[in-house]
């Protein structure tokens, strides 16, 4: 997976719970990428980061919070998770000449 | 906003056969397009990457092409075996740059039958 690694690779957490997933990369990739896959929904993007400290919204950004202080990790917060953050998510990274590269994906169960 | 189709939704056909998947986005300036393959609870593989500047490219049995103009692209997978079961995923990018994220398509799921 181009050095990119996700963690933890499941989870499961009580609704209002705070939930911090990672994303690691080791090639010092400046972009990075979080997606949720849902069922009827495809992949949709959370925020993204363009450098360290730098990040940006996506089309789901609500109820999520991202954080990089260190090019090669990622994070993505959920401050108060609800059941309708379950999902499938997924860390990426972009290169100008190979495109987008994804990680194998954190299951995450909201209970 | 870039939307993504892709058709058919769900493909099943016998082995051997020569099948064409299809994409459409409804913005034509789009830096390049990304075809990934996605396996029953795995990540993405990526497939090929068609720059704009480009009309096709080429991997092994699959070829994909691209028309901007008219926001079309096809992945044709030749010879089609079993293993290529899976579900195929279209990507753009959001905007012209390439690097604020992609936009997808559902996909289409195949199923190859020995």
């Known amino acids: 997976d181009a050095g990119i690694t996700q963690s933890p690779r499941h989870k499961v957490t009580e609704t209002g719970t705070p939930v911090t997933l990672r994303c690691h990369q080791t090639?010092?990739?400046?972009?990075m990428y979080w997606y949720r896959q849902d069922p009827g929904h495809g992949l949709r993007l959370i925020h993204y980061?363009?450098?360290?400290?730098?990040?940006d919204k996506g089309e789901v950004s609500d109820g999520y919070s991202v954080s990089r202080s260190k090019t090669e990790d990622f994070l993505l917060t959920l401050e108060s998770a609800t059941s309708s953050q379950t999902s499938v998510y997924f860390c990426?990274?972009?290169?100008?000449?190979?495109?987008?590269?994804f990680g194998s994906g954190t299951r995450l169960t909201v209970v | 906003k870039q939307e993504v189709t892709q058709i058919p939704a769900a493909l099943s056909v016998p082995e051997g056969e020569n099948l064409v998947l299809n994409c459409s986005f409804t913005?034509?300036?789009?830096?390049?397009l990304q075809w990934f393959r996605q396996d029953p609870g795995k990540g993405l593989t990526s497939l090929l990457l068609?720059?704009?500047?480009?009309r096709e490219q080429t991997s092994g049995r699959l070829n994909a092409s691209l028309d901007k103009s008219s926001g079309r692209s096809t992945l044709y997978i030749a010879a089609s075996q079993p293993g290529d079961s899976a579900t195929y995923l279209c990507?753009?990018?959001?905007?012209?740059?390439?690097?604020?994220?992609?936009?997808f398509g559902k996909g289409t799921h195949l199923i190859i039958q020995p």
């Open positions: 980061s363009y450098g360290v400290k730098d990040t």
């Open positions: 068609i720059q704009s500047s480009q």
């Open positions: 990507a753009v990018p959001y905007s012209g740059g390439g690097a604020d994220g992609l936009t």
């Open positions: 913005d034509s300036a789009i830096y390049n």
């Open positions: 090639e010092n990739h400046r972009y």
């Open positions: 990426a990274i972009s290169h100008a000449h190979y495109g987008y590269t």
